[in-house]
C-alpha cells in the first residue's frame, strides 16, 4: 500500500459546506492547499465557511473536518466557481490518510 495525503493532487474525495450544505469535490494542489471542484456558480460558498467530507464516494466517513475556505472566485464566462481551501492542520503529519492499493 502507499500512503497519500489528501493534499496531493492524487487525492480526490466527497465534500460539503457545512454552513449551507453545497457538496463539491477536494482534491489536493501538491502545494498544502485542496480545491473545491465542480460547485455550480449559482451555488452560496463563502470565505471562512467550514469543509467537511461528505461520504458521498466512501474515500472517508461523513462530517471529517477537512478545513477552511479562503477564496472563492466566480467568473461570468464560467460555469464552476474556483474554491480554495486551507486544510486544519499539517495533512503530511496527518493520522488520516488515503491507502491506495
Known amino acids: 500500500s502507499r500512503v497519500i495525503p ?3 493532487p492524487k487525492c480526490v474525495f466527497s465534500v460539503e459546506d457545512a454552513d449551507t ?9 501538491g502545494n498544502g492547499y485542496l480545491k473545491m471542484m465542480f460547485v455550480f456558480n449559482s451555488k ?7 469543509i467537511l467530507t461528505s ?3 466512501g474515500v472517508f466517513t461523513s462530517g471529517m473536518n477537512v478545513g ?3 477564496a472563492v472566485e466566480k467568473k461570468g464566462y464560467d460555469i464552476f466557481q474556483r ?3 486551507l486544510p486544519y492542520k499539517n495533512l ?3 493520522k488520516y490518510v488515503l491507502v491506495e492499493k
Open 6 to 8: 489528501i493534499t496531493s
Open 21 to 29: 450544505g453545497t457538496l463539491g469535490i477536494a482534491g489536493g494542489t
Open 44 to 50: 452560496k460558498i463563502n470565505k471562512g465557511d467550514k
Open 55 to 57: 461520504g458521498l464516494v
Open 68 to 70: 477552511r475556505v479562503i
Open 83 to 85: 474554491i480554495t481551501v
Open 92 to 94: 503530511f503529519n496527518s
